[in-house]
């Protein structure tokens, strides 16, 4: 079973910069995963203007093993729930994540899916419903524009 958070967020992202994710992943109940509640999490990059705007063009699966960034800078769960000027919505977030622009370059004029996927019932978890809803998603629909120092 999955499911699919239906609030995608439009970004607009300048060519040649790293693109920041940040989201507070919620199954249906409303109450924001932490890292403990999370077992994987898989972010995919379609390339919505290419001739396969169907297949990935960037598959990562960061690490959950401490708080983002971390040491290696691939983490991307929070074990608690954060409240910062990086956050502008309700409540809060605990999902961070950078796509550095040497892992992946997002083409100028190009439109591009970003999608992360959460697999719920870590071995830890205190939330045992969360195994019903299996996988949850959250995406980001990004417009590239510019080029950085143009």
């Not at 507070?24 to 001739?51: C, F, H, M, Q, W």
């Not at 960061?62 to 290696?72: N, Q, R, V």
């Not at 205190?126 to 990004?142: A, E, F, I, M, S």
Request: aromatic share 12%; with cysteine.
């Amino acid at each position: 079973m999955s499911y699919y958070d239906r609030t995608t967020v439009r970004l607009d992202h300048v060519e040649g910069e790293d693109l920041w994710l940040v989201a507070a992943p919620a199954p249906p109940n409303g109450a924001v995963l932490t890292r403990d509640e999370v077992s994987a999490v898989t972010i995919k990059v379609y390339d919505l203007t290419s001739d396969t705007p169907d297949t990935a063009v960037l598959t990562v699966t960061p690490s959950l093993s401490a708080d983002p960034p971390g040491a290696s800078d691939d983490q991307c769960m929070f074990d608690a729930l954060q409240e910062d000027d990086v956050w502008d919505g309700p409540g809060g977030y605990t999902f961070f994540y950078r796509i550095k622009d040497g892992a992946y370059h997002f083409d100028g004029g190009r439109k591009y899916l970003v999608e992360a996927a959460f697999t719920a019932g870590h071995a830890a978890n205190t939330w045992p419903q969360l195994d019903d809803y299996g996988v949850l998603y959250r995406r980001w629909k990004v417009r590239v524009v510019g080029v950085t120092g143009a």
